[in-house]
């Protein structure tokens, strides 16, 4: 069956630090790849997107990565600062178009 | 742009009452919009596809008759909640797709906090 695993469920650093998120699927093929921001209390707010075709796609002090033979994004904030605490999703989309959600990391950046 | 508003909010209702939650698309006409459900520290939980003009495709487990969800309008979705009861209460979230260049984004709304007592 689809798996979407994102690595821990909490990520805690200290400002200042790149923070690394992980997504890893197994049994799908991804169309492309999003990833989301979410806040307690709030509906998730849109990133970044990456297509099975791009390696690599920055905005901002946010980066992601997709390796489709690896079956792995990596989705990295760099410099990070508190504001950045919150849970990151990865949602893969495949070609039928239905997106499947990650259960998430929690980032907490301590000042 | 790409905003999507929820209304309301914040319900608390008795039980075996019904709620509609709205969802819009406020800058964008989006056919498609999805309905999720989210319980305290998990994931977003898909109940159903809306798409505008035609029924609503439900997720394997999701009761079509206690979740009514009518698509009028480009911009416009709702979900009634039909006889609530206690184990109704969660969080529900919509998303409107907007097309792009082979490539769909879904944008959410700010969620609804539903309490049936």
Redesign the interface.
């Known amino acids: 069956s689809q798996k979407i695993e994102q690595n821990s469920e909490a990520l805690n650093i200290q400002e200042g630090k790149t923070a690394t998120l992980t997504c890893n699927y197994t049994n799908y093929s991804p169309a492309y790849l999003q990833w989301y921001r979410q806040d307690p209390g709030r509906g998730p707010v849109f990133l970044l997107l990456i297509r099975e075709n791009e390696k690599e796609k920055r905005k901002e002090r946010l980066k992601v990565t997709f390796d489709t033979t690896l079956k792995q994004s990596l989705f990295h904030i760099t410099a990070s600062q508190p504001a950045d605490s919150a849970t990151y999703l990865c949602a893969l989309r495949s070609n039928a178009g239905k997106s499947t959600f990650g259960d998430g990391t929690t980032l907490t950046v301590k000042p | 742009g790409?905003v999507?508003s929820?209304h309301p909010s914040r319900v608390i209702c008795k039980s075996g009452t019904s709620v509609k939650i709205e969802c819009r698309s406020l800058d964008f006409q989006a056919t498609t919009m999805?309905w999720y459900r989210q319980f305290p520290k998990?994931?977003?939980m898909?109940m159903a596809?809306s798409n505008e003009g035609s029924k609503a495709t439900y997720e394997q487990g999701v009761e079509k008759d206690k979740f009514l969800i009518n698509h009028a309008s480009l911009t416009l979705s709702t979900l009634t909640v039909t006889s609530a009861h206690p184990e109704d209460s969660s969080?529900y979230?919509c998303?409107a797709e907007l097309p792009g260049q082979?490539?769909?984004?879904?944008?959410?709304?700010?969620?609804t906090?539903l309490t049936v007592l």
């Open positions: 790409a999507v929820q999805f998990q994931s977003l898909l596809t969080f979230i998303s082979g490539v769909n984004t879904q944008y959410f709304g700010p969620g906090r």
